[in-house]
């Protein structure tokens, strides 16, 4: 019997050898980048101009979209998923699209908008504000494809809470905006947490929809991801390096939100 039982919880070879493939996948382009590390003068490249400039606008960028994606990502996630109303589904599906569409496309549809001659863009260069090749068009750019993270992380943890709690707290005399913010906000804390900084995450890496929208100018809308793409061209080591960092901040990112997904 015992015997029976291990043969049958032996796994698939088929499956072991595509597993390990897959491994393979994630695992060659890192150990390739690690090889490539100039390691004698990594602390020289980090700290170059071109680097702390990127460094600095991404941070600053980063926290901002990450802000912003709060203040309005929550209040849409609830309605999401408290309210119903005709088209609720088509309201979901084009808040998550820049999850699905393409950078570029998501950059280039920001700057028929939004742009000097777009749709809204050329009402707002009348009276001065010019988002385009600007900080304010690369937190917009960032905003765009790392909202509907907050989004879905918040609606999910919403749709998963006993409503009970929020209906006695209603009963008791306490108002729609006290019992938002004094019973449903703790209890989905920690996936708000998540979403906020699964937010940012999405927006220190974004690249295509800020290149077409705000530019690659260094000192003002060249984040780290740019600085990348740039340095490429130029001087090889100091890609390696920035890339070296960003998977190195991406990596933490998910150790600390190791026990919000993967916990059993």
């Given at each position: 019997m015992s015997?029976t039982?291990?043969?049958?919880?032996?796994p698939?070879t088929?499956l072991l050898v595509?597993a390990a493939?897959a491994?393979?996948l994630?695992?060659?382009p890192?150990?390739g980048?690690?090889?490539?590390?100039?390691?004698?003068r990594l602390?020289?490249?980090l700290?170059s101009?071109?680097?702390?400039?990127?460094?600095?606008l991404?941070?600053?960028s980063?926290?901002?979209a990450a802000?912003?994606?709060?203040?309005?990502g929550?209040p849409l996630a609830?309605?999401?998923?408290r309210?119903?109303?005709?088209?609720?589904s088509i309201?979901?599906?084009?808040?998550?699209?820049?999850?699905?569409?393409?950078?570029?496309?998501?950059?280039a549809a920001l700057?028929?908008a939004?742009g000097?001659r777009?749709?809204?863009?050329?009402s707002?260069?009348?009276?001065?504000?010019v988002?385009p090749f600007s900080?304010?068009?690369?937190?917009?750019a960032n905003?765009?494809?790392?909202?509907p993270f907050?989004i879905?992380t918040?609606e999910?943890?919403?749709?998963?809470?006993?409503?009970r709690?929020?209906q006695a707290?209603?009963?008791?005399?306490?108002?729609?905006?006290?019992?938002?913010r004094?019973?449903?906000?703790p209890?989905i804390?920690?996936s708000?947490?998540?979403?906020?900084v699964?937010a940012?995450a999405?927006?220190?890496g974004?690249f295509?929809a800020t290149?077409t929208f705000?530019?690659n100018?260094q000192?003002?809308t060249?984040t780290l991801?740019?600085?990348?793409?740039?340095?490429?061209?130029?001087?090889r080591d100091?890609?390696?390096a920035?890339?070296?960092l960003l998977?190195?901040?991406s990596?933490?990112?998910?150790?600390a939100l190791?026990?919000?997904?993967?916990?059993?």
């Amino acid at each position: 019997m015992s015997e029976t039982r291990r043969v049958r919880r032996r796994p698939p070879t088929v499956l072991l050898v595509l597993a390990a493939v897959a491994v393979l996948l994630f695992v060659l382009p890192l150990v390739g980048l690690l090889s490539r590390t100039p390691w004698s003068r990594l602390g020289e490249l980090l700290t170059s101009d071109l680097v702390l400039d990127a460094l600095w606008l991404s941070f600053i960028s980063s926290l901002a979209a990450a802000f912003i994606s709060t203040i309005l990502g929550v209040p849409l996630a609830w309605v999401l998923s408290r309210v119903e109303f005709p088209g609720r589904s088509i309201v979901r599906a084009i808040v998550t699209l820049p999850m699905v569409l393409p950078p570029v496309v998501g950059g280039a549809a920001l700057l028929f908008a939004l742009g000097r001659r777009g749709l809204v863009g050329e009402s707002l260069d009348a009276v001065g504000i010019v988002l385009p090749f600007s900080l304010a068009g690369v937190i917009l750019a960032n905003v765009f494809v790392a909202l509907p993270f907050l989004i879905i992380t918040v609606e999910g943890a919403l749709r998963s809470t006993d409503v009970r709690f929020e209906q006695a707290a209603a009963s008791l005399g306490a108002s729609r905006l006290t019992v938002f913010r004094r019973v449903t906000l703790p209890m989905i804390r920690p996936s708000l947490i998540a979403g906020v900084v699964l937010a940012w995450a999405r927006a220190l890496g974004e690249f295509g929809a800020t290149v077409t929208f705000a530019g690659n100018l260094q000192g003002r809308t060249q984040t780290l991801p740019l600085a990348v793409f740039l340095s490429l061209e130029s001087d090889r080591d100091a890609a390696v390096a920035i890339s070296l960092l960003l998977v190195a901040i991406s990596l933490i990112v998910l150790v600390a939100l190791r026990d919000r997904w993967w916990r059993s």
